[in-house]
Structure formats: structure tokens, C-alpha cells
């Protein structure tokens, strides 16, 4: 372009082809934006239906409100919707669709019909098509049902370049299939179907009980997800949490059961992944994603959702109390979903942090979902529903069952789990030395190992029965047997008493001793980390780091915490000064911290081949108990499984 050339007005159709380019990347984008428009319209029903991926047919119907008449012509033109109408409206939108571009850029590159009717009558509505250059409307009488139908044939058929970026039919409709899964998940009140070269796929019910959204869930991401998952449902500070999030152990390989909505809108958010990752920090295996589905609900005000032409991000008013609240929320739960315990039940509380100060919930409930367990599907607890080859478990059979483990284990009652009770000479095992120094954390309140001979229920990991190969612990539950890797099980008791007493996690304060250094670390600062370093200077004050401002672009590190006084200070600076100035918290110091604490407690905790005593046993059965995240060691591997007596008959064909 050597020679200048004169400024024109582009024509409708190659604006529209434009803006086709940032909403319409592929046929899931087009179903994304129908069906957005749909739900916006009242839906009670939606159907999808496709061919060949979506690439020569997408058809969306709907039961909503429809479209009339002297609307059709404006239904297809560029910035027209319904929506907004005013900057008042914009700011607080709470439709899904709202920018009234979408259906003028698909059909700049498709045959697209639209159908409409806002009458019962099934014989009256109107047909809109858009033809020629200046893309104008042509409205014609067609029946139609209540609501709108919309028609997609032929993507990309005028714009080649785009249409050879398609993928195999295949891979085109499993993009289809995710962008459906997410709008089924957004809306439980809402029927959906899905069909594919005339073939049903999915067809699910509308309803909004908790029976019908684990239903729904059970249908689109499979039995295991609902099975080893937590439902949560909490509130604090305008803000509430509900959903499933699941536990440590049923992870993936790829992050591709991660579903997270704001206000009904799925959303992919930096700050809300962050907060996910660091409540999953402490418990998941490396490499491994977690699981969840979870809905956020907050004041329409106080989260933009213009701020991408797809509406995939998102981005909050006060970003550090919508972190603090998820992170807190989440790892609240994951903690007390111990070995054989409900994470809570109604009631449970979840505190919240907003921010400088923690906030109360005004509600709060935290249910383990049907038939889990922290490792398996099945839950340890006594429900008395049928169990294990079609035995019923009643207070009766429990209490006959501890009577038989007494029998077994006489002498067991005359211990008590006490640090002394593990001390040489209780014990008499190098096993018990590790066992009873604990970190200098230990629980020191007398506990029987047993309950009381009228007990009706068992604890939830049973009874030591043996140790196995000097590595696992068999134990006897009220539902089958339990197998213990006691090393990985110590390793995460004691860890979690450490961090207890640096951390003050236990409700106690804090223990963090800081080491001022004897030459300060000078750190060259852009002005951006040196205005951070200003305003968190108290956030990195509670941390035990004491970090001055020496001159427009250079600070120093006087003070660090002892554990981190041989680190390497400045990436670590660095590092919390990005996370304050992108998420408005930092918990790198802490991870480092926690880093020292886990190697610590492998190297203190009970090594394999070390025999045990039945009451050695039994006590790390229930310290297992009682501490939380105990169901996967420091590095996320599990410390536990279970076998019902169920899988026992199967696996010996008892009953058949």
C-alpha cells in the first residue's frame, strides 16, 4: 500500500464477516449464541439439533417468548437487542446475550432462516431471512409455535479462508457437546436436547430439587463424578458459593471438568482459577486437575461482564473478597471432608475472609453427595439403608461386631491413645518412639481406643486388624475392611500439626518466627511493584517480611521468616508482589513455608517396615480421623482405601 487511498464506509456484510471473526470461531461458538438467546428469551424447552459437527446444519427451537413482527427486520441487523438500553442497564445486565451483534455476524457467514411466533396459535408467526450485500431483511408469514427456531446451514460457505480452519466432523461436534454440557449445567430448570445426524444424544429433564440437579450431573459428566464429589452451599458477604466439588483423589489428567458460573454465566477467570488451585494446593497429586462445578451468585453491579466480545471473562469490583471467599470456602470444605466423615452437614459454617477481616456466613450448609468416600465410591458411616451381601447394617450387628474385635483383641482396652500410652515401653517398638514424639503437636486428652460396650456404631476406619508387610494397616469396618498406608497417613497428621503451629491454623495465634537479616537484600523495582510494596505493606508485615520502599524503583527485604532465611529472597519478593497486584493476595510465602513443613514431616513419620502395636495402630486410625485432608499424604497420593462386603461376595461369587 504505496499509494494513499481514499477513507470509505465498509458495507453491512463485510462488517458483520468482521465481527464474525472474534464471536464465531467454530460451530459451538454459533450454538453458544443461540442458545444464550434462548435462555434469555423465557425458555422452558430447548432443543439442539446438528449435522455433520454442526458445519452444514445447527437448528436451536425454543418455547420462549418469540419475536414479533415489526421485530423480525431489526432481529438480524448489527447492535440491535432487546436487552440494554441504556450505560444504567449495561452495568448491571443480567441477560446473557446483550451486545446484539451474534445473530448479524453468523449470518454474514451462513444461509441462516429465523422463525418466531408470539402467539398460541401455531398457525400464525413469521419467517426473517437476510439477502444480497447490504444484508437486507425479508420477512415472509411462516406457522410456527409459540417461541423461536433458528437454522444454520452452510457455515463459512462465502468465506473459504475460515471454513478449511474446521476440524473433522468428529472433533467440531465434541466442541458442540461441551458448549451444550455448559448451558445444561448453567440452567437446571430448563428441559434440553441434543441430537446429532438425526440421533438423540442427550434429553434431559428440567428441574431444580437437588435429586434433579444430581441427576443432570450424573447424565453429562458421568456416575463418578457425583460419587466423589462434595455439595456445598454458602454465604457471606453478599456473596454465595453452592455446587460440587470434588475430592482430591478423583482427579484428572486435563482440566476438563471444570465448570464454574457467575450469575448463571459460565466464565473461564484468572482470579477464580487461582483460588481453586491454591484450595487444592495441599492435597492434589502433581500434575492432576481437580473436578467441580460450582455457581457463584453475586450483585449484577459488582461484576462486569462486558469486558470480551465472547463474555468468557469476567471481572469483579472487589477481586480480593470474591478470592478470599472462594479460596476459603473451598478449603474449608476439603479439610473436613476427613477420612470417614461428611464434611459437615446443615449448618456447617465456612468462614470467608474478606478483605483485612474475616466475615461471618449468614448461611451455610456443606453436604457430602450420595454413596462417597474420600477414596472410594462408598461411605464408612452406618445409614442403615442394604449393604454388603444384602445385610442390613443395624445397631445390633455393629455392637456384635465390636464384641467379636474385642475377642480378638482383649488386651486393646486396657490402652489408651496417649502420647505415653506410645511411648518405649507402652509399646516396646521403634514405632512407637515415632509415634509418640508427634511433632510436639500431639493431642495430649486421653482417648479410649474403644467405645463403651453398648456402642452403636463403630468409628468410620474400623479397627486394626493387622499390619501388613510392615507398609499397611488392614482394618475392620462396619461395612468391609480398610487398608492404611501408614506412612503416607502419619505424614499427613503430622504435617498438618506443623503448619498448625506456624500458621495458627488450629485457631490458635501464630508462630511465625521472622529472622531480620544481617545485610538487607536491595531489589531494582518497576514503579508498578514499588506502589504494591506500599500498599501491602501490612499483608507482607503478618507474613514476617518487612519490605521498605529505598527510592522510586529499588526496595528492601529486612526481614524475612526464619524458615526462609537461607532462600532465595528476590524471586520470591517478586513473586507475592505479581500475585497482591493481580489477585490482591499471595500465598507464595506461605507454599514456600509449607514446602520446609512437608519435608519435615516425611522424615518424621513413621517409616515403612516398623512394626506396630494393634494400639499404635489404632491410635493413627484415629488421629486419621480427626485430622483434616487426611485422606491424601503431602503429595497427594491417597492413605487410604476401602472394600465393601459387598465387593468381597463378588469377588468371591458368595450369594450368586
Not at 499390619?467 to 492404611?484: C, D, K, P, S, W
Not at 514446602?595 to 512394626?611: D, I, K, P, W, Y
Amino acid at each position: 500500500m504505496t499509494e494513499p487511498r481514499p477513507i470509505r464506509v465498509l458495507d453491512p456484510r463485510l462488517t458483520n464477516q468482521i465481527a464474525a471473526g472474534e464471536v464465531v470461531e467454530r460451530p459451538a461458538s454459533v450454538v453458544k449464541e443461540l442458545v444464550e438467546n434462548a435462555i434469555d428469551a423465557g425458555s422452558t424447552r430447548i432443543e439442539v439439533e446438528l449435522e455433520a459437527g454442526g458445519a452444514r446444519l445447527i437448528r436451536v427451537r425454543d418455547d420462549g417468548s418469540g419475536i414479533g413482527e415489526a421485530d423480525l427486520p431489526l432481529a438480524l441487523s448489527r447492535h440491535a437487542t432487546s436487552k440494554i438500553g441504556s450505560l444504567d442497564d449495561l452495568e448491571g445486565v443480567a441477560s446473557l446475550g446483550f451486545r446484539g451483534e451474534a445473530l448479524a455476524s453468523v449470518s454474514s457467514v451462513s444461509r441462516l432462516e429465523l422463525m418466531s411466533n408470539i402467539e398460541e396459535d401455531p398457525t400464525a408467526g413469521w419467517r426473517v431471512v437476510v439477502e444480497g450485500p447490504r444484508m437486507e431483511p425479508r420477512v415472509t408469514p411462516a406457522p410456527h409455535p409459540r417461541g423461536t427456531s433458528v437454522s444454520v446451514r452452510d457455515l463459512f460457505f462465502n468465506t473459504p479462508a475460515r471454513r478449511k480452519f474446521l476440524r473433522t466432523e468428529k472433533t467440531e461436534f465434541g466442541h458442540v457437546e461441551e458448549a451444550f454440557r455448559r448451558q445444561a449445567l448453567s440452567r437446571f430448570d430448563i428441559g434440553w436436547v441434543l441430537r446429532h445426524n438425526q440421533k438423540t444424544l442427550h434429553q434431559l429433564r428440567p428441574g431444580d430439587d437437588l435429586i434433579a440437579r444430581e441427576r443432570r450431573l450424573q447424565a453429562l459428566l458421568g456416575r463418578a463424578f457425583l460419587e466423589h464429589a462434595l455439595h456445598l452451599d454458602l454465604a457471606s458477604g453478599g456473596l454465595r458459593l453452592w455446587g460440587w466439588v470434588g475430592l482430591p483423589t478423583h482427579s484428572r489428567a486435563q482440566a476438563d471438568q471444570q465448570y464454574f458460573f457467575v450469575n448463571g454465566r459460565v466464565v473461564r477467570d484468572r482470579l477464580v482459577a487461582h483460588a481453586i488451585r491454591q484450595a487444592y494446593r495441599d492435597v492434589l497429586f502433581h500434575g492432576r486437575h481437580p473436578v467441580f462445578v460450582l455457581y457463584l451468585e453475586v450483585d449484577p453491579g459488582a461484576v462486569d461482564v462486558n469486558v470480551h466480545p465472547t463474555k468468557h471473562e469476567v471481572r469483579f469490583r472487589d477481586g480480593r473478597l470474591v478470592h478470599d471467599f472462594l479460596f476459603s470456602s473451598l478449603h474449608r470444605a476439603l479439610g473436613e471432608a476427613r477420612a470417614g466423615a461428611a464434611p459437615g452437614g446443615e449448618g456447617a459454617e465456612v468462614a470467608s475472609q474478606a478483605p483485612d477481616e474475616a466475615v461471618e456466613p449468614e448461611t451455610g450448609e456443606v453436604r457430602e453427595a450420595p454413596a462417597q468416600s474420600v477414596w472410594q465410591q462408598q461411605p464408612m458411616a452406618l445409614h442403615g439403608r442394604e449393604e454388603g451381601g444384602g445385610q442390613k447394617v443395624t445397631p445390633d450387628r455393629v455392637r456384635a461386631f465390636m464384641e467379636g474385635y474385642r475377642a480378638l483383641h482383649p488386651e486393646h482396652e486396657e490402652h489408651l491413645l496417649t502420647p505415653q500410652s506410645a511411648a518405649p515401653g507402652a509399646g516396646g517398638t521403634a514405632a512407637g518412639v515415632a509415634l509418640a514424639e508427634r511433632q510436639a503437636t500431639q493431642d495430649t486428652r486421653p482417648r479410649p481406643a474403644m467405645p463403651e460396650a453398648d456402642a452403636t456404631r463403630a468409628p468410620p476406619l474400623g479397627y486394626a486388624v493387622a499390619q501388613l508387610h510392615g507398609i499397611y494397616i488392614l482394618a475392620q469396618t462396619e461395612r468391609g475392611l480398610v487398608v492404611v498406608d501408614m506412612h503416607a497417613a502419619h505424614e499427613r497428621i503430622v504435617y498438618e500439626r506443623m503448619k498448625a503451629q506456624v500458621h495458627g491454623d488450629a485457631g490458635g495465634e501464630p508462630r511465625l518466627q521472622a529472622q531480620p537479616l544481617l545485610v538487607p537484600v536491595s531489589l531494582a523495582a518497576s514503579a508498578a511493584e514499588v506502589a504494591t510494596a506500599e500498599t501491602e505493606h501490612a499483608a507482607f508485615a503478618r507474613l514476617g517480611v518487612e519490605l521498605d520502599v529505598a527510592g522510586p524503583e529499588t526496595l528492601l527485604v529486612r526481614q524475612v521468616p526464619a524458615l526462609l532465611v537461607d532462600a532465595d529472597v528476590e524471586p520470591l519478593i517478586r513473586d507475592m508482589l505479581a500475585d497482591l497486584e493481580r489477585y490482591g493476595r499471595s500465598d507464595r510465602l506461605e507454599a514456600r513455608i509449607n514446602e520446609l513443613l512437608s519435608t519435615m514431616a516425611c522424615h518424621g513419620s513413621v517409616r515403612a517396615n516398623r512394626q506396630l502395636s494393634v494400639a499404635e495402630m489404632n491410635a493413627l486410625l484415629r488421629d486419621m480421623e480427626r485430622t483434616e485432608r487426611s485422606g491424601q499424604c503431602n503429595h497427594g497420593r491417597p492413605t487410604w482405601t476401602e472394600m465393601s462386603l459387598k465387593e468381597l461376595d463378588r469377588l468371591f461369587l458368595r450369594g450368586q
